[in-house]
């Protein structure tokens, strides 16, 4: 059995497949509030924030979620409210110098709303199956380095992790074992020898790694991250913050924007695009239920259709936001779905993009 570890605030499950991550309650949002002002006003403020968080997780994008565009979001915000719940917190809330009862308000807005107006403003819409992200976090303290796991837990690390939350990106933990440490050395890690990386992070089959150092010398706060993707690509960027914590956020930001980049489109009238895919393998109508159900669950994928079945050959048409190599990119999440190019004698090869059935996802 495969195994990960998933750390979200230092919780650590048990996880057995290495698959896309359907992540739970894109279109909704838990905001904490201080009572000092009527219902509806407190309300008010709970939508503008909540439609805040749900566009960022949604769209991926944190940095396009501001300005003008977060303005007129937080204008149409009451209008989006599907449903939304107030119940009395336990602990008391800052405010003012002082403490005063606070309130937890969830707020689910429409799914058709948020994604029509990121779609409006020429923004992705980024589905809710994610790849999985091992990430490998070296602190560094007036020169002293540290490696951070699930039994090596770090500030930055559970920051990290709530950070990630807050933009849809699923993280995981290493265990930071005797098998971990015989694998990778800190100086692995923040030197970004890609190899090493790669190498003991297989044990953990997630879909992706990132690679992330922060140094705090003297008070003086940066770090660079590495994100190791799928097909081989990588990306690297720097960071700079006041805190900790901001350099932290920002490396959360910057990596969902690299996955919605990768996986998601912007979905209007002129990103539309049509492609044949041929899944071959599929012997009964509970595979090709199966193969049809995955297709049409992928957030790229605008209509579907099968066109033509022949033996345990069955082929689709299938009509998607945006390019083709986002299409390619998210079935490669999932193993039910295996790339199987045909050779270029086949009469089909110009025609259709094959793959072979998995029986897995």
């Known amino acids: 059995m495969n195994s990960r570890i998933f750390l979200l605030l230092i919780s650590v499950f048990c996880i057995s497949s290495a698959n896309a991550v359907p992540v739970q309650g894109l279109y909704s949002a838990e905001i904490n509030l201080p009572v000092t002002q009527s219902e509806s006003q407190m309300l008010n403020d709970a939508f503008n924030l909540a ?5 960022i997780k949604v769209s991926g994008d944190k940095d396009a979620i501001s300005g003008d565009l977060l303005e007129q979001a937080k ?22 110098g002082g403490f005063v009862p606070g309130k937890k308000i969830k707020v689910t807005f429409y799914q058709a709303s948020i994604d029509g107006f990121l779609s409006k403003n020429n923004l992705p819409v980024w589905g809710d199956n994610r790849p999985s992200v091992l990430v490998w976090l070296v602190t560094e303290k007036n020169g002293v380095r540290s490696l951070s796991g699930s039994r090596s837990p770090s500030d930055a690390l559970s920051q990290f992790a709530q950070s990630s939350s807050m933009v849809g990106v699923p993280v995981y ?14 100086s692995d890690v ?12 297989r044990r953990y089959q997630t879909d992706s790694v990132v690679a992330l150092k922060v140094s705090d010398f003297a008070g003086q706060i940066e770090g660079s991250a590495l994100v190791l993707l799928k097909n081989g690509a990588t990306e690297r960027f720097s960071l700079q913050g006041e805190t900790l914590n901001d350099v932290v956020d920002q490396a959360a930001a910057r990596v969902a924007k690299v996955f919605s980049s ?14 044949n895919i041929q899944v071959v393998g599929v012997k009964n ?3 090709m ?16 259709s099968i066109v033509q079945v022949e033996g345990d050959k069955v082929e689709f048409v299938v009509v998607i936001d945006g390019d083709k190599e986002k299409l390619f990119n998210s079935i490669s999440l999932s193993r039910l779905l295996i790339s199987a190019p045909l050779n270029a004698l086949d009469p089909d090869a110009n025609r259709v993009v094959s793959y072979q059935y998995g029986g897995m996802n």
Not at 82 to 95: D, K, M, T, V
Not at 173 to 186: G, Q
């Open 51 to 55: 439609a805040e968080d749900v566009l």
């Open 75 to 96: 204008k149409q915000a009451s209008t989006w409210v599907a449903q939304h719940s107030i119940a009395s917190l336990n602990e008391l809330l800052p405010f003012d």
């Open 173 to 186: 933990a290493p265990l930071f074992d005797e098998v971990d440490k015989k694998n990778l050395t800190v």
């Open 190 to 201: 923040w030197g970004f020898f890609e190899d090493s990386i790669q190498a003991a992070s």
């Open 262 to 275: 990768r996986y998601a489109s912007v979905r209007n009238s002129g990103s539309a695009s049509k492609l």
């Open 285 to 287: 109508y509970a595979a």
């Open 289 to 304: 239920n199966k193969v049809q159900s995955y297709l049409e669950s992928i957030g790229l994928v605008r209509d579907l």
